[in-house]
């Protein structure tokens, strides 16, 4: 009886490896040669919510004024009622005539805060082709607009986006982060999101590139203004008007450090409940679920005998073999690999405090503000 239980955690790493879109290689990047340029270059105009952001706004600013795009760009800050002189500060940093700041309006009900300030940017930036939404702690490359253009015209993109590359030095961040970008590509395997014949959508908040006129025909922010994963919602809705793209980046990158397991833990609480549509049967199968998949394979392969260890042993090095490519892009060492049992039990206790937390009445909790709407 052993020995076949221990064979389940073996038959879900097999299914992982083989069918789940090969989500773990992690080929989809944009660091292969650009797409070619279009005839002439679309108007764009980036959008950047910000609340609080003074510490890091300087940067990010600085690096969205300084790319080489050939056509009509601007910037748009919206300062989401900030009281630490984020918009004194994004002033300060840009003297550019080619950025304006727009002073948030209050949260009106049934919007998430990040949302609403998106909106706002949206009616200021006026009739662009593309806008470019990007979060106020993201640093660009000089070339990562002109490449996004490129892709999205060449292929008529709707939404073309990239999975920022995260903070990742101190212990914490080697610990975890590299795990929140694999699992987000087993949720949400980008060759899947990526094939227009299927329905999965996903998208990365930190950088992403909307066609206004399919926006627009999707109803524009308004019909996603309460979802916490606005992202992948923002994905889902734009997958209905045409093909989207979501690949691996390291011209976009995180520029705000964790300074320690409290803030990881806060980004994954802030939005795991919501990814289970906030049901405690789901929580609950989650959860099971990640002590098969997770917590089993080195118990069997540490204290069971004969076929049950083997197995045990199998699963726990399908799962360091697949977590491989992920830790390659963080250029970490492929030993980490082996302690994925123990991240993934950290993840089973951010997502039963995203669930606790919601319950409480802090679920959603972004720049201080308790913004789950409920069940969806």
């Known amino acids: 009886m052993i020995a076949l239980v221990a064979l389940l955690p073996v038959a879900v790493w097999v299914y992982l490896l083989a069918a789940r879109g090969m989500f773990w290689v992690m080929q989809e990047r944009d660091d292969g040669d650009a797409a070619p340029s279009p005839t002439s270059w679309p108007s764009v105009v980036a959008i950047v919510p910000a609340r609080n952001e003074a510490d890091v706004i300087g940067e990010t600013l600085a690096s969205l004024l300084a790319q080489d795009y050939p056509g009509s760009f601007r910037v748009v800050l919206v300062d989401d009622q900030s009281d630490d002189g984020t918009a004194e500060a994004a002033r300060d940093a840009s003297g550019a005539v080619c950025m304006t700041v727009v002073s948030g309006a209050p949260r009106p009900s049934g919007w998430t805060g990040k949302l609403w300030a998106v909106r706002q940017g949206v009616t200021a930036a006026g009739a662009p082709d593309y806008l470019w939404l990007t979060d106020a702690d993201i640093a660009h490359a000089p070339d990562n607009l002109r490449r996004l253009v490129a892709r999205a015209e060449a292929n ?180 980490w690999g082996l302690v994925l049992p123990l991240i993934g039990a950290v993840y089973a206790l951010f997502t039963l405090d995203s669930a606790l937390q919601h319950w409480l009445g802090r679920g959603g909790m972004w720049k201080g503000r308790a913004q789950a709407m409920g069940r969806t």
């Open 156 to 335: 008529r993109l709707v939404l073309t986006s990239l999975m920022a590359k995260l903070h990742c030095r101190s212990w914490s961040e080697r610990y975890l982060i590299p795990a929140f970008v694999f699992f987000f590509a087993m949720l949400y395997p980008f060759r899947w999101v990526n094939d227009p014949r299927t329905k999965t959508a996903a998208a990365a908040g930190g950088c992403m590139l909307v066609r206004r006129e399919a926006l627009e025909r999707a109803g524009n922010i308004d019909a996603i203004r309460s979802d916490i994963i606005d992202d992948c919602a923002l994905a889902r809705l734009l997958k209905r008007e045409g093909p989207i793209w979501l690949g691996l980046s390291e011209r976009a990158v995180s520029i705000r450090p964790y300074r320690g397991l409290p803030d990881i833990r806060a980004m994954v609480a802030r939005s795991a409940f919501a990814q289970l549509g906030y049901s405690s049967l789901a929580l609950a199968g989650t959860l099971v679920g990640m002590i098969v998949v997770y917590a089993a394979p080195p118990l069997f392969a540490l204290l069971a005998r004969d076929s049950a260890q083997a197995s045990g042993i199998l699963a726990w090095a399908a799962m360091a073999l697949a977590f491989q490519p992920t830790l390659s892009f963080y250029r970490l060492s492929p030993l």
